[in-house]
């Protein structure tokens, strides 16, 4: 697989390499934290995706390294803080050129999202934080937000410079996603689509995403015979079937989960049952292009209940329950106490199973009893543990970003 690389760790997925790859024809991808593609035609520049705020100067200095063109068209692949918010540096570029502004391209639903970003700014700086393990001090989400000029619903094709630009919408990771097929050169620009990674369906903080439709969109773009691939994170892929080797096992692999859970709820099966007795088979656990390193397929089924199905788990002792600290005292009580609580944690723990210690610890936590510093310690502990053996990067900063707050509690 020419231009892939498969030894994915997390770092493979946001390796910003930096550089702009130049793979003729006018087609080059600048691999930063996510992937900014830039198309050369005879009448000006397309630029799909446009990156993080900080990214805008970094676009702008290598693109004119290559070109003095005006660039005529922005896509926003998607709405996401990656995607679709270094633009102010190319509208700057363009007026202090005296290019014609760019026109900025992307699907219906896009305002809506930047509205949403914008009226809970708090939130997502929060949820963000967490997710990417970004430090205090430093802005987690954009604040500048300059919104597209054209949308379209279904497809839009754009024309420049003896190249057609075919723009299409699927919902996937978000519900105004949108991928482009430059059929004269038959490339491929993903957006977050393809991630060289299990696809980020159901990311735990994020609102609903949509795996079928996601499934179906990876079919189209196979159908298409692509022989460049250039995805949202991570390496371009070249080679017509090994990216249709890549594009069919994500999809399969997508369709396999949907179809399984939308099974499993026809038999009359509730969430806990389904989330543990899923089937992921080998094949999708050794395919490079599933590793669960930001996505994972438990996360994939999470969503997929939440897109079928409400929050009732089939417990009826749980659509009014009494608080957590109320039922971790009667627990406690009934133990002999934390201390006993805490030991068999420990034991736990000792025999490999740090996630079922932490539930025992979550008891004396919940209870608010005392030795409160030692059921935190050990919490801060048993994280750190789950932290070193979890492969997904969201996970891991969830279990991190639980041990600098129980860390901080301890202060
Ligand atoms: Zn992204």
Redesign the pocket.
């Known amino acids: 697989m020419m231009g892939g690389d498969t030894s994915l760790g997390s770092q493979g997925l946001f390796s910003a390499e930096g550089a702009v790859r130049d793979f003729g024809e006018g087609l080059r991808m600048l691999q930063l934290?996510?992937n900014v593609c830039l198309v050369e035609t005879g009448e000006g520049v397309v630029v799909f995706?446009v990156g993080l705020p900080i990214d805008g100067h970094r676009i702008v200095g290598e693109l004119r390294s290559f070109t003095h063109a005006p660039v005529r068209y922005i896509v926003y692949?998607?709405g996401?803080?990656?995607?679709a918010f270094g633009t102010r540096a190319l509208l700057e570029d363009a007026e202090e050129r005296g290019h014609p502004r760019p026109v900025i391209v992307a699907h219906e639903n896009l305002p809506a999202r930047f509205d949403r970003y914008r009226r809970m700014l708090p939130y997502n700086e929060h949820i963000n934080r967490i997710q990417f393990a970004i430090p205090e001090g430093i802005p987690a989400f954009p604040w500048d937000y300059i919104y597209p000029d054209e949308v379209f619903r279904d497809a839009l094709t754009l024309s420049l410079g003896g190249l057609t630009f075919e723009l299409r919408h699927a919902r996937g990771?978000t519900d105004d996603h949108v991928w482009m097929w430059v059929p004269e050169r038959r490339a491929l620009c993903t957006?977050?689509f393809w991630?060289w990674s299990c696809p980020?369906v159901g990311n735990p903080f994020k609102v609903q995403r949509y795996a079928l439709e996601w499934a179906q969109a990876l079919e189209e773009m196979a159908g298409l015979g692509p022989e460049l691939m250039l995805p949202?994170?991570g390496s371009a892929m070249r080679g017509g079937a090994d990216i249709a080797e890549a594009l069919d096992t994500v999809a399969r692999a997508l369709r396999h989960l949907d179809e399984q859970v939308v099974d499993m709820l026809n038999r009359g099966m509730w969430q806990e049952e389904i989330l543990t007795s899923y089937d992921w088979p080998q094949e999708f656990a050794d395919s490079p292009y599933l590793a669960p390193i930001y996505g994972h397929p438990h996360f994939v089924v999470q969503a997929l209940l939440r897109q079928y199905h409400g929050w009732y788990d089939g417990n009826p002792s749980h659509v009014f329950p009494s608080g957590r600290g109320k039922i971790a005292e009667q627990v406690l009580d009934l133990a002999g106490g934390s201390r006993r609580i805490l030991e068999r944690a420990r034991s736990l723990a000792g025999d490999g199973d740090p996630q079922l210690a932490l539930h025992l610890v979550d008891f004396v936590l919940d209870a608010g009893a005392e030795p409160r510093r030692e059921a935190l310690e050990l919490k801060a502990e048993l994280l750190e543990a789950l932290a070193a053996a979890e492969a997904s990067f969201i996970a891991r900063n969830i279990f991190l970003g639980g041990v600098r707050e129980t860390r901080k509690e301890l202060e």
């Open positions: 934290f996510a995706d692949g998607h996401h803080a990656d995607h990771e957006s977050d991630v980020n949202g994170h």
